[in-house]
């Protein structure tokens, strides 16, 4: 009877340590870029497509909704999607995708904004292929107008005809608790 006692205290007491106040939502940054992706590329390895660039819209988002660096303690990828722009092209090809951002200074240095695996793409996807946020602050890489971006793509067929994509996607800015 008090080892239950203990292990119930022990529960609630690991309980009310994960329970945290939730940042506030400051603002949204709407961005997209198009990408061309050529034909004959391989289903082994993963393809990388640098993007260079690519507006933010941080600053004026920062103005318009009465804000300064400061109130802004973190900038994480919410949803995207990834779309053709040729109507009736299939993606059933494509396994698996992510974005990354990447330094300036060092373009090997990068973060992930955006993801999406192979299982949670399914067969039959014609058009677009929804896109997962991911967790990864990235506010340190918005200090300039545009950013650098990398699509990482791999295949799980090969691609009868270029891709002309575009993928569109929306990053959220987080204040302090």
């Known amino acids: 009877m008090n080892y239950r006692h203990y292990i119930l205290g022990l529960i609630i007491c690991l309980s009310s340590f994960s329970c945290r106040k939730q940042q506030p939502e400051l ?3 709407d961005m997209f870029f198009d990408i061309n992706i050529p034909v004959g590329l391989n289903t082994i390895e993963d393809h990388f497509f640098i993007i260079e660039d690519v507006p933010n819209f941080y600053a004026a988002q920062l103005s318009v909704n009465g804000f300064v660096e400061a109130d802004v303690d973190r900038i994480l990828g919410a949803t995207g999607v990834f779309t053709t722009r040729v109507s009736g092209l299939n993606l059933d090809i494509i396994a698996d995708m992510g974005i990354h951002v990447l330094d300036k200074e060092d ?3 990068r973060k992930e904004l955006l993801y999406v695996f192979g299982d949670q793409i399914p067969f039959g996807t014609k058009t677009e292929i929804p896109l997962i946020g991911s ?3 990235v ?3 918005f200090n ?6 990398e699509l990482k793509i ?3 067929g090969f691609a009868t005809e270029q891709i002309d994509g575009r993928v569109q996607f929306k990053l959220i800015a987080y204040g302090d608790e």
């Open 154 to 156: 791999n295949f799980r």
């Open 107 to 109: 373009p090997s240095i």
């Open 139 to 141: 506010k340190d890489y």
């Open 144 to 149: 300039e107008e545009t950013v650098d971006l």
């Open 27 to 29: 603002f949204e940054i």
């Open 135 to 137: 967790i990864v602050n």
